[in-house]
């Protein structure tokens, strides 16, 4: 098979396990927050975001090394090597795993009723079980990666997502509440931890080798271990949702379901924004980089002006309708969280905007700068939002969680700017804000006058429509954009989309030049 053909065949399986697992996971989770109501849906959140601090500081880098160290003696054709470096990481991870939950048990006893007052001494031994069980599921799927055989990963995905929701419909059959969830949670761990062993067992290649790793390599391996380990960490605390820890300590369950809800639909629906080309934006940029300065400033302004023509109706989106989408999703019981998905749409769109510029400056071996960047967030999340959650409870976690987003995008595009020496086309992004807010106007007035279903059904295609025609009015695109578009319409037969080939061709001519 041709690098070519094994890279879309990667790229439409990892897409498929991506959409997979993450669709359906969000579908659980708003059938569970449905259920369960915003008090125990906080508890609940709670208990999940526990389990994913203990799979992360098991798996520390494990699984990055995994994955780079795999496809490195892959590349070199010492498959030898492969399953001693394996066997080295999964006892590495064991010993971690075995520190990570004797310290759980250790705080569960002595802090347990001040951190988790709901949360029983059974509850909480199933959510250890989940940790035992996540984290080798994760290097499971990083033995796949490091293969560069996505199609494993889909196969879990495709195999273990929809047994796990079988398993939450049981739950609501008969009538379970938190710790019943948290059964399911454990049970489709095991789920998860078997399909993935097996796809991973049938990865390993067929060599019974006893060559011990050499020196060099066990100090890479270490290394990378080391520094990994604090950027993961690090990473988790400035990204994940540690407002419902805090909600949960100084404000109330319910206050952290409504915050876990609106976190979790913004973070998807940020996900699904770029696609399928955030998956390869990275290599891409490196390579745009190794070929020359000009070639990798050129994309990352081409990529940062595509992600905001992207994200920009998102925000739009999510400041006019996010209303009808709380009430159709989770019912009146969420209506204070309308307001919070509103702030969250609005920053996770623009946080996905800084995507670029994070892997131009990883792609620049500016990795120290990253890490700077993602430690200063990390303690600002936590300090700012233990100060406002402590005094304002839910108003605090969005104040909080946008004073973090502003900062991050805004160091991760002036440092990139700064290290490849490019500008953004700042009139050009002021055009593409101004075009989404207008288009939220239409929208907005519906979200006002219909009840939620008709709001949603007519306000988000006028919002696409007013959005698209302003871009091409405001000249938003460059010239191009809007020849791959007519490029694109050509092929759908030009008769049917003549009258479309005319606005493009017009959009066109007014278009200014592609950036640099």
Not at 391 to 415: D, H, K, P, Q, R
């Amino acid at each position: 098979m041709s690098t070519r053909s094994l890279a879309v065949r990667n790229t439409l399986f990892s897409s498929l396990g991506i959409y997979t697992e993450y669709l359906l996971g969000m579908l659980t989770s708003i059938l569970i927050a449905r259920y369960m109501g915003p008090h125990d849906y906080g508890i609940y959140g709670l208990a999940l975001w526990l389990a994913s601090l203990g799979v992360m500081l098991t798996n520390g880098g494990t699984t990055t090394a995994m994955i780079k160290f795999v496809a490195e003696l892959r590349g070199k054709d010492d498959f030898a090597l492969i399953k001693p470096v394996a066997t080295y990481l999964r006892r590495r991870q064991i010993h971690i795993q075995i520190g990570v939950l004797g310290i759980a048990v250790l705080l569960f006893v002595f802090a347990g009723k001040r951190v988790v007052p709901e949360l029983s001494a059974s509850t909480f031994a199933l959510l250890l079980l989940a940790v035992s069980l996540r984290a080798p599921y994760m290097l499971n799927i990083a033995v796949g990666k490091g293969f560069e055989n996505f199609r494993a990963t889909a196969i879990i995905a495709l195999v273990a997502c929809p047994i796990n929701l079988v398993l939450i419909v049981a739950a609501f059959l008969l009538k379970q509440r938190v710790q019943g969830f948290i059964v399911v949670y454990a049970v489709s761990s095991a789920v998860f931890y078997l399909v993935s062993r097996w796809q991973a067992h049938k990865l390993m290649p067929e060599i019974a080798s006893s060559r011990l790793l050499p020196d060099d390599l066990v100090r890479r391996l270490q290394h990378h271990l080391r520094i990994v380990s604090v950027v993961v960490i690090v990473g988790f605390f400035s990204t994940s949702e540690v407002e419902v820890l805090l909600l949960n300590l100084f404000d109330t369950a319910a206050s952290a379901g409504y915050f876990r809800v609106s976190y979790q639909l913004a973070s998807a629906a940020a996900l699904l924004i770029p696609g399928v080309f955030s998956a390869v934006l990275l290599p891409m940029m490196a390579r745009a980089v190794s070929e020359s300065a000009a070639a990798g400033q050129r994309r990352f302004l081409q990529s940062t002006m595509y992600l905001l023509l992207l994200a920009a109706p998102l925000a739009a989106f999510g400041a006019t309708l996010s209303p009808s989408v709380v009430a159709i999703l989770y019912g009146p019981r969420y209506a204070p969280a309308e307001s919070v998905l509103a702030w969250c749409l609005v920053c996770t769109a623009f946080v996905t905007v800084s995507a670029g510029a994070s892997s131009m400056l990883m792609s620049a071996d500016r990795q120290a700068s990253v890490l700077i960047v993602t430690i200063c967030c990390a303690v600002l999340k936590v300090g700012l939002g233990s100060l406002l959650i402590h005094e304002f409870g839910l108003t605090g976690a969005v104040a909080s969680f946008s004073v973090v987003s502003v900062v991050y995008i805004s160091a991760n595009i002036g440092l990139a700017q700064r290290f490849c020496g490019a500008r953004l086309p700042w009139a050009r992004v002021a055009r593409i804000v101004a075009a989404a807010a207008l288009a939220g106007i239409p929208a907005y007035a519906l979200e006002r006058a219909l009840p939620p279903w008709p709001a949603l059904l007519f306000g988000f295609p006028a919002l696409v429509v007013v959005y698209g025609s302003l871009t091409l009015w405001f000249r938003c695109w460059d010239r191009d954009d809007l020849v791959k578009m007519r490029a694109l319409a050509a092929r759908f037969g030009t008769g049917r989309w003549a009258v479309l080939d005319h606005v493009l061709a017009w959009a066109a001519a007014r278009a200014p030049d592609n950036v640099m």
